[in-house]
């Protein structure tokens, strides 16, 4: 898969409608022309800058839902009194309005545009395009009044639901056409959140399923190791250790599955069949990944996951997917990809996607970061203009975002420099003098004196 663009409107701080562009500027037709691929009209890379709060994760938090619209909102959302949805909140009317998703993107060779929107109450409208030949042909349209509307080729989906997606029940019911686009969706595209909670669980889990014994084999413990000793943090080896769960904990450990269940329905399309099924994932078994360091012992001490660094944590968690996806193809969307990693190891996770040779499927990284030294003049990674995005953040609080192409080009020009200086937006306003409240500089009695 590859993403051409993505939209959001009225999601957290995007009220107005806001569009990632990764298309080249000079594709300007609907598919490309004189025997020119997609991969020479996508970008490979897009990098989102802006000041703290200014709406870059906002951007990937809108990616995220969406996916999770088409995943969820035909099983494990139904099961909520309104449309689970997170709309602008700094004004009133944005609140009682529609919110909008919209995906433009190739798969399996022919682009095809999906629309959804919704309120409180459930989908508004919904609508995927395809574009096999010269023409755009309609595959499904849905109005304000629920009616659906499927091409004939795909024959007919049932009853929909107000507060479900077409593409999402075609996903759950397995029919045809709309699942695989459902499909070509969601596994084309992956999300990784932010925080080292989130990146410590990632990492537990894709090293457990490598380094298991059910896994790739010794290939695959290679595989983890090199990636490990390619981020120079001294890991000379890597594995799981197996610890047999007492009863009692596996018997709290069949009742939270059951609980995600009914949350998120993690039993998928399956989940008629109850229990059972469910209880077909559980393993008595919990395995405790272990890392060798190399140090002045005779022998290479071991340290669990907890122990290692955030900084190790993070490569881990980000560069097994990133592999992944240069392998297979799609989108890896990384919020804040610097947290806990050296400027050179976000480089290096990078150049990867920017190099044809290390990524001849033409997969895309999508990431936010605080990081200048990506687009200044040291970087070994050249991203054009059209690739560096900047959010802004306005007085109304709802996000801008725009990118570098939008202002006259210098040549020679330290765009780092020029950015860290303001000169194109998105970096913050700082109010030094407030500290002196805090600090009592003035000689006035401060809140925190006072509360004292």
């Known amino acids: 898969m590859l993403l051409l663009s993505f939209s959001a409107r009225n999601h957290r701080s995007l009220r107005d409608e806001t569009v990632l562009d990764l298309t080249r500027p000079s594709f300007r037709t609907l598919r490309p022309r004189g025997g020119g691929t997609w991969q020479d009209q996508t970008y490979p890379v897009a990098a989102i800058l802006g000041a703290n709060a200014s709406g870059k994760s906002a951007i990937v938090d809108a990616l995220w839902y969406a996916r999770s619209a088409i995943m969820a909102s035909a099983s494990g959302w139904l099961s909520q009194k309104k449309m689970p949805r997170d709309a602008f909140a700094l004004d009133d009317s944005s609140m009682s309005a529609s919110s909008e998703f919209a995906f433009d993107f190739v798969l399996d060779g ?8 919704i309120d409180d109450e459930g989908v508004v409208g919904e609508s995927l395009f395809d574009l096999p ?7 499904l ?20 639901a ?11 019911l ?8 459902a499909g070509g969706l969601l596994g084309g595209v992956m999300v990784l959140p932010l925080g080292e909670d989130h990146r410590r669980s990632t990492a537990k889990n894709l090293a457990e399923i490598l380094l298991s014994p059910e896994g790739a084999g010794e290939s695959s413990r290679e595989y983890v190791v090199s990636l490990l000793q390619m981020a120079d943090i001294g890991i000379v080896d890597a594995g799981p250790d197996e610890e047999v769960l007492p009863p009692e904990l596996l018997e709290v450990q069949r009742h939270l599955n059951l609980a995600q269940k009914k949350l998120f329905d993690v039993g998928g399309p399956g989940r008629g069949e109850g229990e059972e099924k469910l209880l077909g994932f559980l393993d008595d078994v919990v395995r405790n990944l272990w890392f060798e360091h190399q140090g002045t012992r005779s022998r290479p001490g071991k340290l669990s996951l907890e122990r290692e ?23 890896l969307v990384v919020d804040e990809i610097d947290s806990s990693l050296h400027p050179h190891l976000v480089e290096m996770l990078i150049g990867f996607f920017a190099d044809e040779q290390k990524n001849p499927l033409g997969s ?3 990431c936010t970061t605080h990081d200048s030294y990506l687009i200044s003049p040291q970087s070994s990674v050249k991203l054009e203009p059209e690739q560096i995005w900047l959010t802004e953040k306005g007085n109304d609080g709802a996000s801008e975002l725009y990118s570098l192409a939008d202002f006259p080009r210098h040549k020679g020009a330290n765009v780092a420099k020029r950015y860290l200086s303001g000169r194109y937006g998105g970096v913050p306003s700082l109010a030094p003098s407030f500290l002196g409240r805090v600090l009592d500089l003035d000689g006035e009695p401060s809140a925190v004196q006072d509360a004292g």
């Not at 022919?110 to 629309?115: D, N, T």
């Not at 004939?152 to 929909?160: A, H």
């Open 110 to 117: 022919v682009r095809h545009q999906y629309r959804f929107e």
């Open 162 to 172: 107000k507060r479900e997606l077409v593409l999402s029940r075609a996903l759950q």
């Open 141 to 160: 349209l849905r109005d304000s009044t629920g009616m659906v509307k499927l091409h004939p080729d795909l024959g007919p989906i049932g009853p929909v």
């Open 364 to 366: 895309q990284l999508i």
């Open 309 to 331: 660094s955030a900084g190790t944590v993070a490569w881990l968690a980000l560069v097994i997917p990133a592999v992944v996806t240069l392998q297979q193809g799609g989108v």
């Open 174 to 181: 397995g029919r045809g056409g709309l699942e695989k686009i």
């Open 133 to 139: 030949g010269a023409r755009r042909r309609r595959l």
